[in-house]
């Protein structure tokens, strides 16, 4: 099939918006922000290589001088409990969220079980935990209070409720609230071990006085092992869903409301965001949702002829033509990833949207990724976060199977399975690394 070019320049019709008043004072590069920019944009231009930021979490221990963990943990969250029954022949795959949670959850017991077997020799820890519901609190940080409280006691319009595509239900409900509240405890809980390591090492710190206790900081502060404090959610990425209403299978927007959340409970370790929105639509209801909000930039790489709606303007946004497949899907990636990390500035928490739909299996995407491209474009993005020392938040986005539905499951999975290998590996790399630099004195830890 052929493979639709798009112009090497910006579209003059995505170029209009660029002179708007009301959008200028977001734009920290004049290169960068509030661009709408064609997939073959980057390729007449020399894509500058990644520069790290010198403090690597390679060399980092995993046990430090006050005997504490320093093992990377990534808590999973799932809300299957919630699923929903929806009519027959309904074209949203609602299994897909307990299948994926199985396969992910027998994975990570396999290689804790068998680590010897696994390419890390690192048992990293990966607690999984149900989902909260998310509270009205909670929701009323990014959504309409009167909408709100419309969805909660199912007083929808006929057409607001085909906008969204589910027929409302009380259980509905309570699995909108899940898909909120996995994503908003994720980010709790990345956050919340930030804080806790940066109190331990000042607990150290301040009471070894005849020992010098170093300590490396970036990103305000925040200890490098924050990027080994990793958290996910299988479910969530609603980024269809806006200040009071919603649409494409999108009731609440758990990224947006998570953000806000952390953004206000947590302002002295939060300041700036990065979502990083890789479905295969665009995110036009965070587009909208963080406009004139300079503490989050909004990231979308989606198919320029794909959308459930008219788009929206986000910081960014890298149109990828219908079929794209792997080498410019993953060189498109690899250029704005590094450019974000020169240009945009720093970030402190990064949320991860990471639909599968541009996978060529699937039935809505319009894209022709393999399983492998997939999981390379997820391997850049954790890599870009520890490159930078940058605590993630993962989430699941759009994946709709053909009749067989094992290519998007599997795809699901590798997000998740991924995530934990790259942990494990970076974890053996700082041991391996630890042992030979320190040989007389090493602390080994069990799992």
């Known amino acids: 099939m052929a493979t639709v070019l798009l112009s090497t320049l910006i579209p ?8 708007g008043a009301s959008r200028q004072h977001r734009i920290l590069s004049s290169s960068l922000r509030g661009r709408s920019v064609s997939s073959l944009t980057a390729w007449g231009q020399t894509t500058t290589s990644r520069t ?3 403090t690597e979490n390679e060399s980092e221990s995993l046990s430090s001088s006050d005997g504490k963990d320093r093992r990377p943990n990534f808590t999973i969250y799932y809300n299957d409990v919630y699923e929903v029954k929806l009519p027959p022949n309904h074209r949203f795959p609602m299994e897909k969220y307990g299948k994926v949670r199985r396969r992910v959850q027998d994975y990570v017991m396999n290689k804790q079980q068998q680590p010897s077997s696994s390419s890390s020799s690192v048992v990293i820890s990966c607690p999984f935990q149900v989902s909260p519901l998310a509270t009205v609190t909670e929701l009323e940080t990014t959504h309409d209070p009167q909408y709100i409280q419309r969805y909660l006691r199912g007083d929808m319009t006929d057409a607001e409720v085909r906008n969204v595509g589910f027929p409302w239900s009380p259980a509905g409900v309570n699995r909108s609230l899940s898909s909120v509240g996995g ?3 994720a980010a709790r809980h990345v956050v919340e071990q930030i804080m806790a390591r940066r ?6 710190t301040s009471s070894n006085t005849t020992t010098s206790t170093t300590t490396t900081t970036t990103n305000h502060g925040s200890q490098s092992t924050s990027a080994l404090s990793w958290a996910a959610h299988v479910a969530g990425g609603t980024h269809h869903a806006f200040y009071d209403y919603g649409e494409g299978f999108c009731v609440f927007s758990d990224i947006a409301v998570a953000a806000n959340v952390v953004l206000k409970e947590y ?9 990083l929105d890789l479905d295969v639509h665009q995110g036009n209801g965070n587009a909208i949702l963080f406009q004139n909000r300079p503490e989050v930039f909004t990231f979308s790489m989606q198919c320029a002829a794909n959308s459930f709606s008219p788009k929206e303007v986000s910081d960014l946004d890298i149109e990828l033509p219908v079929d794209c497949r792997d080498e410019t899907y993953l060189l498109t990636l690899k250029h704005w990833l590094s450019r974000i990390q020169q240009e945009a500035g720093e970030f402190d928490l990064v949320f991860f949207q990471a639909g599968v739909d541009g996978l060529a299996d699937d039935r809505l995407g319009r894209m022709a990724l393999t399983a492998q491209g997939l999981a390379r474009r997820n391997e850049m993005v954790y890599d870009f976060c520890l490159q930078q020392n940058l ?3 993962i989430t699941m986005g759009g994946g709709y199977p053909r009749k067989d539905w094992e290519p998007i499951l599997a795809a699901h ?8 290998d790259f942990l494990a590996q970076v ?18 830890l069990q799992a």
């Open 12 to 19: 003059q019709s995505s170029q209009a918006w660029l002179s």
């Open 52 to 54: 790290t930021t010198g």
């Open 183 to 185: 994503t908003v405890a």
């Open 199 to 204: 109190a331990a090492t000042t607990t150290t």
């Open 267 to 275: 302002a002295h370790v939060v300041r700036r965001i990065l979502i």
């Open 391 to 393: 605590p993630l938040v």
């Open 413 to 420: 999975a590798a997000v998740y399975t991924g995530a934990y």
């Open 427 to 444: 974890a053996s790399s700082t041991t391996l690394q630890q042992d030979a630099e320190t040989p007389d004195d090493v602390s080994v």
